[in-house]
């Protein structure tokens, strides 16, 4: 089985005349938990779009299990279990933490009244089962508590985490978490990291992460691409990263 799960070649982007991404060519590891840094700026969030399908490259391909999926929809690729969350959480704020989940898994028996009429009974088992599972994910990310309130009503960090469960309703394949840590405190930020190393060594996930708190990346991440304008920058260890002149400088600090 091929060792690379996702691989970017030669992927540009512009927008208008400002070229967010240019000829960026990275690779993802199966099985593996990849983290992406770099300044503002940098292309980070415009090459998580591209990969996803929520934009279009101008250039370039994108290969996934060794399959060309340039300019497939966002659909189409959550099919293949290729997921992503955002920095901001879309939840249905009007509905429960388990109705959320519930939402997630495709080709519903419900979605269609003819359907949840006359199979009535194959309707309720389905119904039943994914609330089930549902149930399970809460249980596993340990926020079965809030399984009854109303999504608008969670922390930041908890919507986080409700983001990370709805990922669970189906068969991922690999995760992009974008900015997971924005605007969590450090004790549930720890219990999100907790979430996804557990998913990474139980469940065998992919994800590729990107995030400015470096010592989430360092915690989490091997290995660690940096991107600066458009462009991969270095790519290493948490540990090389944090100790190469190019990254100090255009990123870190010298401070650091």
């Known amino acids: 089985m091929n060792d690379i799960l996702v691989k970017v070649q030669n992927m540009s982007k512009s927008f208008g005349g400002l070229k967010a991404i240019d000829n960026c060519s990275i690779e993802i590891k199966r099985n593996s938990i990849t983290g992406i840094i770099g300044p503002n700026g940098s292309g980070k969030s415009t090459l998580f779009n591209l990969i996803t399908g929520n934009l279009k490259p101008d250039e370039g391909h994108i290969f996934y299990n060794g399959s060309d999926i340039t300019n497939q929809e966002p659909f189409e690729l959550f099919n293949l279990g290729i997921l992503r969350t955002f920095q901001i959480a879309h939840e249905f704020s009007n509905l429960t933490v388990i109705e959320n989940l519930m939402m997630v898994p495709g080709n519903q028996l419900g979605e269609n009244l003819i359907t949840s009429i006359f199979l009535r009974d194959n309707f309720r088992k389905q119904e039943n089962e994914i609330k089930e599972k549902a ?91 940096v991107l600066a304008e458009g462009k991969v920058l270095f790519e290493g260890t948490a540990r090389e990263v944090k100790e190469n002149n190019e990254v100090i400088n255009s990123y870190l600090g010298k401070n650091y």
């Open 135 to 225: 149930f399970e994910v809460l249980k596993f990310l340990k926020i079965d508590h809030l399984i009854n309130e109303k999504a608008g009503n969670l922390s930041g960090g908890q919507k986080k985490l409700l983001e990370l469960a709805r990922t669970m309703m189906v068969d991922a394949k690999i995760v992009f978490l974008d900015e997971v840590g924005a605007g969590v405190n450090k004790s549930l930020l720890k219990e999100i990291s907790d979430s996804i190393l557990k998913l990474y060594e139980e469940r065998k996930y992919t994800f590729c992460i990107i995030e400015h708190d470096i010592d989430f990346i360092t915690r989490l991440c091997d290995p660690v691409i």
